[in-house]
């Protein structure tokens, strides 16, 4: 056999013996999960809180906490964080919503927590439709709000595209997770290996209420542009909030977040009168004459 031929051979069998480890390992690569004893009990200071566990027809628990405000509800926001931990860290940021008078439901994903069940793409949609099924009994749409961060926005974005929320806030969303992942493995196949391809941008074309994205600039594990792209595919619903500095995992250190979230949760959009703007005025491209 020629030299050549044995190398490209070779070549060739360390790539395919790489690409079947990434197909059967990224679940590992993909997700942390912070499991917790069924009787662990959760406690958070000055946080009224009520625990749930949500049978699934293939057999598994979603456990989930649900974050009550002081006085008179607004509504509910259902929140699907990233792809670290439990729901027992996450709960922290509940009080950035119930400060604002809205009930806030955590669920944690498969594998992850308490919630049990043999992870994929299609359990975890199914999952969060069952939740998000379970709020419309207990409240109307237009009083519930989908928001994503990181990981969890693909799967709000898809909520979104299914049901009719008041409106999706993602946070730091990713294109598609298969474009995040290139990055990190550029020449591999990742559309065929990928069992989480979480395409966003085709999902969030259908979405029908207001969209809010949110990410800061300085991200280094889903750069800003990606949120640029995403803004353009529905633009006439979609309104972008930039955290300059912002990074991945600090967006909640940043007191313009703050304000991004109140002008966002108490501020409703108001119509424009389009005939009193500017919007039909074209910019002439051709040079003036100077007159003699």
């Given at each position: ?21 990434l ?7 993909l ?6 004893p ?7 200071e000055?946080?009224?809180?009520k ?28 929140y ?29 994903y ?25 709020l ?24 979104a ?8 806030i ?38 029908e ?39 991945h995992?600090n ?8 304000k ?19 919007i039909?005025?074209?910019?002439s ?8």
């Open positions: 056999m020629p030299y050549w031929l044995s190398t490209l051979l070779l070549i060739l069998a360390i790539y395919m013996a790489i690409s079947i480890v197909y059967y390992l990224q679940d590992y690569m997700f942390k999960p912070e499991k917790l069924s009787d662990y009990q959760f406690n958070y000055n946080q009224d809180i625990e749930y566990n949500l049978k699934t027809r293939d057999g598994a628990v979603i456990n989930g906490l649900r974050f009550f405000p002081k006085g008179e509800s607004r509504g509910v926001v259902l699907l964080k990233g792809n670290s931990k439990s729901i027992k860290g996450w709960g922290k940021f509940a009080v950035d919503f119930t400060r604002h008078g809205y009930n806030v439901l955590m669920v944690d498969r594998g992850f927590g308490k919630s049990t069940g043999k992870r994929s793409q299609k359990a975890i949609k199914r999952d969060l439709q069952l939740v998000y099924n379970k419309k009994e207990l409240t109307t749409e237009d009083r519930i709000i989908l928001y994503g961060r990181s990981l969890g926005s693909g799967f709000a974005t898809k909520l595209s299914m049901n009719n929320p008041k409106m999706l993602l946070d730091a969303p990713y294109y598609s997770l298969t474009k995040v992942t290139a990055r990190y493995a550029p020449f591999m196949p990742l559309s065929l290996l990928l069992k989480y391809p979480l395409p966003t941008y085709k999902w969030l074309k259908y979405v209420c207001p969209i809010h994205i949110i990410h800061g600039t300085h991200d280094k594990l889903i750069p800003y542009k990606s949120s640029v792209k995403l803004a353009q595919i529905n633009g006439e619903r979609t309104k972008m909030h930039t955290v300059i500095g912002g990074g995992k967006l909640n250190n940043f007191e313009a977040y703050h991004m979230l109140d002008d966002i949760l108490n501020n409703e959009p108001k119509p424009i009168d389009l005939e009193t703007t500017s039909n005025v074209k910019h491209s051709k040079k003036s004459k100077k007159q003699a």
